[in-house]
């Protein structure tokens, strides 16, 4: 029982202090050098942003529309969706993206800050995939890596999962629209 204890708090601190990857991308726990996941995951979109570490894409501007993206999301909040900024302090292409990942660092034991910090992954994903497409190959593994930490988090890191839908959402919309065009009709 002591071994298998054990062994599951290894686990649980491997994913949540994640920072080296091995030769298949997989996260590597280094306790001489523990970080947040989100952390790294902001600062990187940040070197993003300031072009020190270059997105490969055309330069178009992305980072202001991207920053636009995340201004008009909405992540779950204390008794309330909330707007995103209520977790960025800082997000354009001089100063970088900065996030409140205070808010979200015990997302282990608190639902809510949980569902905070899976929306904050999913705003990024989905804001990404929209204006930065190219980035996303460069997003996934940090992404992945907060993803662990962040207990029932549905977050796809290629791309945001929609609120609401899912497969056959659009079959559904046009079974109801046939259905009410067929009620009218009659």
Same mark, same amino acid.
């Given at each position: ?121 999913? /705003?990024?994903?989905?804001?990404? &995939?929209?204006?930065? #497409?190219? $980035? ?5 593994? +940090?992404?992945?890596? @907060?993803?662990?930490?962040?207990? /029932?988090?549905?977050?796809?890191? &290629?791309?945001?999962? #929609?609120? $609401? ?5 659009? +079959?559904?919309?046009? @079974?109801?629209?046939?259905?009410? /065009? ?5």
């Amino acid at each position: 029982m002591a071994r298998c204890m054990t062994a599951l708090l290894g686990l649980v601190a491997a994913a949540q202090a994640a920072t080296e990857y091995d030769a298949e991308h997989h996260a590597v726990y280094d306790p001489e050098h523990p970080t947040e996941p989100l952390d790294a995951a902001s600062q990187a979109v940040s070197s993003w942003l300031k072009e020190e570490v270059v997105v490969p894409r055309k330069k178009d501007g992305w980072q202001l529309p991207f920053c636009n993206c995340l201004r008009n999301s909405y992540v779950a909040s204390w008794f309330q969706y909330a707007s995103f900024m209520y977790v960025v302090d800082t997000c354009s292409a001089d100063d970088g993206f900065v996030m409140r990942t205070g808010h979200m660092q015990d997302r282990h034991v608190e639902p809510l800050q949980a569902m905070m910090a899976c929306d904050s992954l999913k /705003a990024i994903s989905y804001c990404l &995939s929209h204006e930065a #497409p190219e $980035a996303l190959s460069m997003w996934k593994p +940090l992404c992945d890596d @907060a993803h662990y930490t962040i207990p /029932a988090c549905d977050v796809t890191c &290629s791309a945001a999962v #929609p609120v $609401a839908g899912g497969r056959f959402a659009a +079959l559904a919309s046009l @079974a109801g629209a046939l259905a009410v /065009a067929f009620v009218h009709v009659v």
